[in-house]
């Protein structure tokens, strides 16, 4: 048991002494089971917001208005929340408003999937009222209830059955498939940030089958607004007679858990034409970062076969692109066209990464003020002249001192 699950229970061992009902709940206790690794403790009971409030120093009320208040206790945050049920769901996200129940049962009842629906006693006693474990056994997603109106209270509910199918390698209930089928239109009105962290989630855990699921269940349109669309006896792109989409599953689903590189293999593995490539990350609301990150690996990607590179091309290749960037690019390239050499590209890119002289202008041993001091006047001449001697210790990677730089500034 490790430290943050010590303070929850803690949490827990609180409330009861105080005279309410208290369990851990929901995702945590779903991974307990698993035995996967828990990152968040949520903890449900039977004492009001303000109870809880009163009971502990330290508190956030971080959802009061729907029963939850943050206990900070020790190192960590929990979510304590009473037990509810809810209204309405008029935005498609939070209910307008909650009613609070002495009922576990009832509680339990307004969550998403079984196996989210099981709470845990300080004594170890699971309560379970909807099949929750029977279902982690089988390996099912199953909604609780109706799954209808569990899609229909917060759609993002139908992307999050397909994400917990990606990382538990679950299957889904039948009557659960059926309903995210049905109401898959509902994910047009759901905020694209919050389809993007869904979307995120299964790309880190199974490509493969995120992709297969989301275009049976026909939720793809709404994840990639824009995606590319294929009539394999007219464009086969690859030439191997298979769907291109399983085909950038199967290969995104080979490489590292690293966003910018499975992106660049799916964008890559699909043909999306540059133009489109910007659409698509756009539509996704995707941080700057991330998009220039893809962006620069596929820049890298488009410079061809690293087989054919230079030792030269390489280091100016690493100086203008960086070091990520050339290594999502040629693991890209050893996944999809030399995947029995992988390793020794991956050590290749190391060893040349270790070797390489300069990343960027501050890493040459002239600075600026050292070319003024040798006689160059300040403006754009300087510029020309740090460009001039890149070149020249990309092109001469031992060149990279005082003396030797100096004595080439006299040949500009």
């Known amino acids: 048991m490790d430290s943050f699950e010590r303070e929850a229970w803690q949490v827990v061992e609180i409330l009861e002494q105080a005279g309410y009902e208290a369990y851990l709940v929901g995702g945590c206790v779903r991974d307990k089971h698993l035995q996967r690794p828990v990152y968040d403790y949520d903890i449900t009971t039977s004492a009001l917001p303000d109870d809880v409030i009163a009971l502990f120093p330290h508190t956030v009320p971080t959802g009061i ?12 945050q929990y979510e304590v929340t009473t037990f509810r049920t809810d ?4 935005d498609g996200r939070r209910p307008s408003s909650v009613i609070f129940v002495r009922s576990l049962t009832e509680d339990l009842a307004r969550r998403d999937f079984t196996i989210n629906a099981m709470a845990l006693s300080r004594d170890g006693r699971l309560h379970d009222p909807f099949g929750g474990l029977r279902d982690l056994r089988d390996g099912v997603v199953c909604a609780v209830g109706d799954p209808l109106k569990r899609f229909d209270e917060d759609a993002l ?11 538990l390698r679950f299957t889904i209930e039948e009557r659960t498939f059926a309903a995210i089928v049905y109401e898959a239109q509902e994910l047009g009105k759901i905020a694209r940030e919050r389809v993007r962290e869904e979307w995120h989630k299964m790309l880190l855990s199974s490509p493969s089958l995120a992709l297969d699921l989301l275009r049976r269940t026909d939720t793809l349109r709404y994840v990639i607004t824009r995606p590319p669309t294929f009539d394999l006896q007219v464009n086969d792109p690859w030439g191997r007679g298979i769907d291109p989409w399983q085909l950038a599953g199967e290969w995104a689903e080979q490489a590292p858990a690293d966003l910018p590189l499975r992106y660049a293999i799916l964008l890559t593995a699909l043909r999306v034409e540059d133009a ?24 890298v990607v488009k410079l061809g076969s690293p087989a054919e590179w230079r030792d030269v091309f390489w280091r100016e290749t690493f100086y203008r692109c960086g070091k990520e960037a050339v290594r999502r690019a040629v693991l890209l390239h050893a996944i999809l066209h030399d995947p029995e050499n992988r390793s020794r590209w991956e050590a290749d890119v190391e060893r040349r990464a270790a070797a390489q002289p300069i990343w960027s202008l501050q890493d040459l041993a002239l600075s600026g003020q050292d070319l003024i001091a040798a006689g160059l006047p300040e403006g754009p001449e300087i510029g020309r002249a740090n460009q001039r001697l890149v070149h020249w210790v990309l092109q001469h990677p031992d060149a990279n001192t005082r003396e030797q730089l100096l004595a080439k500034l ?3």
Request: charged share 30%; with cysteine.
């Open 65 to 76: 208005k729907h029963g939850t208040v943050t206990v900070l206790q020790g190192d960590g």
């Open 157 to 167: 509910r139908i992307l999050r059955g397909i994400r917990f199918a990606c990382q």
């Open 276 to 299: 489109r490539v910007d659409k698509v990350l756009s539509d996704l609301k995707l941080s700057g970062a991330l998009k220039s990150s893809i962006r620069n690996t596929l820049r």
């Open 87 to 90: 209204g309405e769901y008029e």
């Open 410 to 412: 006299q040949d500009f």
